[in-house]
């Protein structure tokens, strides 16, 4: 299959089918919204107005470009390839989930859409999109599981104070999932005035493309970035993936550079020998979730499991249809790393950089250790840091086992 | 756009094993009345409780039966389809244990059509062939697949129709003329009308927008209409089957199995004034 691509940036086709996986698989009470939204969202993207506004708030809302930093205590320490972290974490609201956010909320308001829903699993997303409903005016609904309101109590409250509801969910498993299926469900049944702002390459066409779009804004500063700082492009590139957006978004401008070695980096939990993981092109097989064919945690009956990552924003059964295909298209590497190694690399990098990242781009950081020594000096590493880490200071206290007024 | 000329559907499929379906809405018609479809989750609250009232509906007065597969995440349904779903994965109740609970009903009724009623994934797991194969073994006439629309369906549709089973199509509110041809291209046995915007046991529909929906339907297939979400009294069953061809119960009705209130009483009186409503 491989040998018979010219261009692996090519998809999705117009039923948003990336190779087998994506799709459209909803009720059809939501089709003719998914429709409506896929034909604004063709039309956006052919109005230059629409890329200026969004360039315009990026620029001077978000604070983009993000820095393309070069990582000089880590690189040292490592001993290997030269690695630099493209700093999502610096923009406003701390993480690379606004990028996205801005462009579905400008693309609601031309929809005339009032009412704004949105999941969310650590509250990184919910509180970007809070942000922009704020920004707009416009009225936002928060769905979130009960589970990730009681460990993301921080998250919640910004949310609240952006004037959002968070409405808690309790069904199924009360995370991340089940919050995406209430959404779902409110959607059904608010079908005129609402838009469904989705936080990453998932659910059905058009979301994993428009989303890619929105965050390839990544990738293509860190191209323009990179060439400006080393004349040349990089070879290699590592992003988390939970649903996978700030990997989509770096890897997709640079897929067709046959000379880049890419690599994903999956939560691995406890193992991926144990049932506590969220590893699901690493450990799951293809199945059809929340509105596309994908690699899911699935029983053998195909019923959905339970995702487990030290990192909430990673706790996600599933993963975007563009990384299902390019992990079968052999594309991108798919990897996982534990909630151990996440810790040993968050505190690193912590420590080396004066950089808190958040636990999902620890993640990388960690994948970036095991690779970088191995690798000779002048290796280009370009590392996805794709949050900061205060919103898991909590998380990291009780993992180490210390009292947050105590000594570490 | 809605025109007189506009190409009337007709059911493709109508092997001797799938005729069960229109025989029995040809036997309604003949009587003069619409039909009660009831909806009961398989192994809620657990795989012998649910056998039982899964084989008593037909005696109670279920014209035709929709068996419900559990899947962990019911997108489209509201709370009580949800928890039956719960309580019937958590007491074990696996896509085989479903066939099975289906065929053993068949050992006792040959006539009253079953549909299963599900979601995509534990299908496509199962693998769509044997799952056509296997559905049709077990006795089913039909299969609703809630995340299926006509953009997805093809890779269904052909399994299914060549072992006999239809795939009946669901159409909303939100599907307008536009999109009619492509949901009735995959239609077979009836049309399933979904009557509001929402989810299921949720909100209750007006009897004169669901009898416009209908006409309009009717404007373009030959196929029955059944419509259901949000019916909960023997009167709006009445109503919604006069709207269309069969009034679906399936919240109420799963809602009584979780309270343990005798189910297929209900059943009866739901019956009772299906049978009351003359068309």
């Known amino acids: 299959m491989t040998k018979a691509l010219n261009t692996f940036r090519a998809g999705a086709d117009e039923n948003g089918h990336f190779g087998i996986f994506g799709g459209r698989y909803v009720a059809e009470t939501l089709m003719p919204l998914i429709l409506e939204v896929d034909e604004a969202y063709q039309a956006a993207r052919a109005d230059p107005a629409f890329q200026a506004e969004l360039d315009g708030y990026l620029k001077h809302y978000v604070g983009r470009p993000s820095p393309l930093y070069f990582a000089r205590r880590l690189t040292e320490h490592l001993g290997g390839a030269k690695i630099y972290f493209k700093r999502e974490d610096l923009n406003h609201t701390g993480a690379h989930k606004v990028n996205s956010c801005m462009g579905q909320i400008l693309l609601a308001r031309r929809m005339g859409k009032t009412r704004i829903i949105a999941e969310t699993g650590a509250g990184q997303h919910g509180v970007a999109t809070a942000t922009v409903c704020a920004l707009f005016g416009l009225k936002c609904v928060i769905y979130m599981g009960q589970t990730d309101i009681e460990r993301q109590a921080p998250n919640v409250f910004r949310m609240k104070l952006l004037g959002a509801e968070v409405k808690s969910v309790t069904s199924g498993s009360a995370t991340l999932k089940d919050a995406m299926n209430d959404a779902m469900r409110d959607w059904v049944a608010n079908v005129d005035d609402t838009y469904y702002l989705i936080g990453t390459v998932a659910g059905p066409h058009p979301y994993p493309t428009m989303v890619r779009d929105f965050q390839s804004v990544i990738g293509d500063e860190t191209r323009a970035q990179i060439l400006e700082q080393e004349g040349r492009l990089p070879d290699s590139l590592v992003a988390c993936i939970g649903g996978g957006s700030n990997a989509m978004g770096m890897f997709h401008p640079f897929l067709d550079d046959p000379t880049i070695r890419i690599v994903g980096v999956e939560a691995a939990g406890d193992g991926i020998d144990t049932p506590r993981h969220a590893a699901s092109m690493t450990g799951g097989r293809p199945g059809v979730l929340h509105g596309n064919r994908t690699y899911l945690l699935q029983t053998e009956d195909g019923q959905i499991t339970e995702a487990h990552s030290i990192s909430a924003g990673l706790d996600y059964p599933g993963v975007g249809p563009e990384h299902a295909w390019l992990k079968d298209t052999g594309r991108v590497e798919y990897v996982p790393i534990t909630d151990a190694e996440a810790m040993t690399a968050f505190q690193e990098t912590t420590r080396l950089e004066g950089i808190i990242p958040a636990l999902e781009s620890a993640h990388a950081v960690a994948q970036a250790m095991k690779m970088a020594p191995d690798l000779p000096k002048d290796h280009l590493m370009v590392l996805s840091m794709s949050g900061r880490g205060d919103k898991d200071v909590n998380t990291v206290a009780r993992e180490l086992g210390v009292e947050m007024g105590g000594s570490l | ?279």
């Open chain 2, 1 to 279: 756009m809605e025109t007189a000329t506009a190409p009337r559907h007709r059911s493709a499929a109508t092997t001797p094993e799938t005729g069960r379906i229109q025989a029995r809405f040809a036997a309604l018609k003949a009587e003069g009345r619409g039909g009660l479809v009831t909806y009961v989750m398989a192994g809620d609250p657990d795989r012998e409780a649910s056998q039982a009232i899964l084989n008593g509906l037909p005696a109670a007065g279920a014209d035709i039966i929709e068996l419900g597969m559990p899947f962990s995440d019911p997108m489209a349904d509201g709370p009580t389809i949800q928890a039956a779903g719960q309580r019937a994965l958590k007491a074990g109740q696996t896509l085989r244990g479903t066939l099975e609970m289906l065929a053993r009903f068949r050992e006792t009724d040959t006539d009253t059509p079953v549909v299963l009623m599900g979601y995509y994934n534990p299908i496509h797991s199962w693998g769509v062939d044997r799952f056509a194969a296997d559905a049709a073994a077990a006795g089913a006439d039909g299969v609703i697949i809630v995340d299926l629309p006509p953009e997805e369906a093809p890779e269904l549709t052909g399994p299914l129709n060549a072992h006999g089973l239809h795939l009946i199509m669901l159409a909303a509110p939100t599907t307008d003329a536009a999109r009619m041809p492509a949901v009735l291209a995959h239609a077979g046995g009836f049309l399933y009308y979904v009557s509001i915007t929402g989810i299921t046991g949720t909100r209750s529909a007006d009897e004169t927008q669901v009898a416009e929906a209908v006409a309009r339907l009717r404007a373009r297939t030959d196929l029955p209409v059944a419509v259901g979400f949000g019916i909960r009294t023997p009167e709006q069953a009445a109503a919604m089957a006069r709207a269309g061809d069969a009034a679906v119960v399936g919240s109420a009705l799963v809602d009584r199995i979780a309270k343990g209130e005798d189910a297929l009483a209900y059943v009866a009186a739901l019956a009772e004034g299906v049978r009351t409503a003359r068309a």
